[in-house]
């Protein structure tokens, strides 16, 4: 590689399309975490281990990014997550008829 006095090196694009991403996510209740996760990696697992973690089920818990409802097979690349961006984890509320 032949590199020159003045020569430009773009830098960016590592920290752009770096493998991992830390994604926090906060739950109405209080709940926080942070997580180390794979761009192209489907959001259920992150979703699991939140749920795991604070002993709460699964299908009962809505993820958003920004405002919208992320669906388990989506990947943080699909949604345009960024390292250090927030997912809110929010309970469902059932009404007994």
Not at 23 to 33: H, L, P, S, T
Not at 58 to 63: D, E, M, P, T
Not at 64 to 69: A, C, E, K, S, T
Request: charged letters at 30%; aromatic letters at 10%.
């Amino acid at each position: 590689m032949d590199i020159e006095d003045g020569d430009e090196i773009d830098a960016a694009l590592y920290e752009h399309w770096r493998a991992c991403i830390n994604i926090d996510v906060k739950g109405q209740v209080g709940y926080e975490a942070s997580y180390s996760f794979q761009r192209n990696r489907p959001l259920k697992k992150l979703m699991d281990e939140y749920c795991n973690q604070y002993n709460l089920d699964v299908s009962q818990v809505g993820f958003l990014f920004d405002g919208r409802l992320v669906q388990a097979e989506q990947t943080p690349h699909e949604l345009g997550i960024e390292d250090g961006d927030e997912i809110l984890a929010m309970l469902h509320l059932r009404r007994h008829v």
